[in-house]
């Protein structure tokens, strides 16, 4: 009886039991565990990444599909253009996904996905296989809205460094180079684009790096939006207070085409504008991997997902998640909302491959914090609940809301709020 | 005779509260998940690194008490009088427990 009662308990105490004995301890390969690939070590996939992990008590492999050697961090990145910031501020190994959570790294990059067979066909010409995949690709540029950037050489000209990484540094070194009395030119595309108060971020910093090395200097924003997307009068406020005479805002300029070799842009409704330095944030689509595969089904620009497991409604056991999706109503496409999603995924995929019933009731948050200079931020905060009715995730009532104003302690919680998260993602 | 059916109308009160209970209480992966999403902020299970406050390990009281403060507006904030806003009270003290109970 004793024995019988040892067994029933252990079984019912961890549904992973099985596995756990079989797996070990975080030890990669050699299981007979199911398995889980995740195609991106974005803020959406690294967690998710982390978080399948652990919550199946290391049962369940993960293999991590990552063409790039460490993660760089678009949060933040605009403070390397505006000088305040290092590249290696921004950058963290995958080490410790790897190290302590057992996490399985490969350096590549995914050309196919066969959900017939359930394998992910990889550029080096192996083949992975999965018994759920999470696909976390982020996004791409829809270069073909702007014809003269498949030009050559037009794309190492006019960056859009809108990825965290080599175009950071390149913006960075071509607002250097420009002399002062010179224009920089920033062009938004129509939302839903990734991190929406992100461009205006930017041309503070740029903004707070003229005013103090280049001051007769301008920064020109032509966004394609009707106006400010995001946190609209506290970017409005810093403009005219702290960079007054610097940035010019205009709205209602949607970008049709480039001149990489005169830095001029071209518009629907406007006059041409040319630059001393272009920078061009092309209008965007969920990562090529996800559209390829049939998988973008709004619009053919993002990826339709059921809000409680994050599984595409286009194929079974394949799972999206991050800015490739196509969002519920106020929810933004940022890092943050990325690592909640591969949180609530991971939950669900954990739960779907040891027979349990996903969670039904998610409640995530998001917070975002801009620097309008240095120090300085604004933020601006949602909470977001599963409706069962509606089937999506809507802001609570009452929740959430901005800063009053600019403020200096906020910039140390923006720093506080970069340091968790990246721990959270990666650590 | 008049006691015992006394006794066994508490009992039954007893057990029938402890029932409505157990239905009212949140399934634990659930809990989990709710507060994992503030993790972000507050570390994995709560355990931040510097600049913000560790929950791991925390007086579960005084965590439902600072939310409750922070919800009303009784306590000033920069960021969590948003955000406490967004979560019912019974969550509040579920996500409470959950990390009270984590190592520090």
Sequence with gaps: MKRRQFIQTAS??????????????????????????????????????????????????????????????????????????????????????VKRHGVNLIKDYVTQIDPDKRVVKLAGGSEVPYDRLILSPGVDFMMESLPGMSKAGAQDKVLHAWKAGAQTLALRKQLEAMPDGGVYALSIPLAPYRCPPGPYERACQVAEYFSKAKPKSKVLILDANDDVTSKGPLFKKAWADRYKGIVEYRGKHNATDVDAATNTLKF???????????????????????????????????????????????????????????????????????NQHGKTCAAAVVALLTGKEPNKQPIYNNTCYSFVSSEDVVHV???????????????????????????????????????????DTLA | MKNW??????????????????????????????????????????????????????????????????????????????????????????IAAYFAAQKK
């Design chain 1, 12 to 97: 019912a105490g961890s549904a992973l039991g099985a596995f756990g004995l079989v797996s070990g301890c975080a030890s990669i390969g050699g299981s007979n565990g199911p398995k889980v690939v995740v195609v991106g070590g974005g803020y959406g996939g690294a967690t998710a990444a982390k978080y399948v992990r652990m919550w199946s008590d290391y049962g369940i492999q993960v293999t991590l599909i990552e063409p790039n050697a460490s993660f760089i961090s678009c949060p933040i990145s605009n403070l390397v253009i505006g000088g305040s910031k290092t590249m290696a501020d921004i950058t963290t190994s995958y080490d410790n996904l």
């Design chain 1, 381 to 423: 905060a949602s909470v977001h609940a599963y409706d069962a009715d509606k089937k999506t995730m809507l802001t609570v009532p009452g929740s959430g809301g901005v800063s009053s104003a600019a403020n200096e302690l906020e910039g140390r919680y923006a720093m506080a709020w970069a340091r968790n998260i990246w721990a």
């Design chain 1, 268 to 338: 629907e409704f406007n006059d041409d504008v040319k630059a001393s330095v272009l920078n061009v944030i092309p209008p965007m689509r969920a990562g090529e991997i996800a559209v390829k595969s049939g998988l973008a089904t709004a619009n053919k620009r993002w990826c339709e997902v059921d809000f409680l497991t994050f599984e595409s409604k286009a194929s079974k056991n394949i799972h999206v998640l991050g800015d490739s999706i196509q969002i519920a109503p106020a929810m933004p496409k940022s890092g943050h909302m990325a």
């Design chain 2, 5 to 94: 059916s006394y006794l066994i109308a508490a009992v039954l009160s007893v057990a029938a509260n402890a029932q409505a209970q157990t239905n009212n209480t949140p399934d634990p992966f659930q809990v989990r998940s709710w507060a994992a999403g503030c993790a972000n902020c507050h570390g994995t299970n709560g355990r931040a690194e510097s600049g913000n406050e560790t929950l791991a390990g925390m007086n579960k009281d005084e965590i439902v008490k600072k939310m409750l403060d922070f919800k009303a507006g009784r306590k000033p904030a920069t960021i969590m009088h948003q955000l406490s806003k967004g979560y019912s009270d019974e969550q509040i003290v579920a």
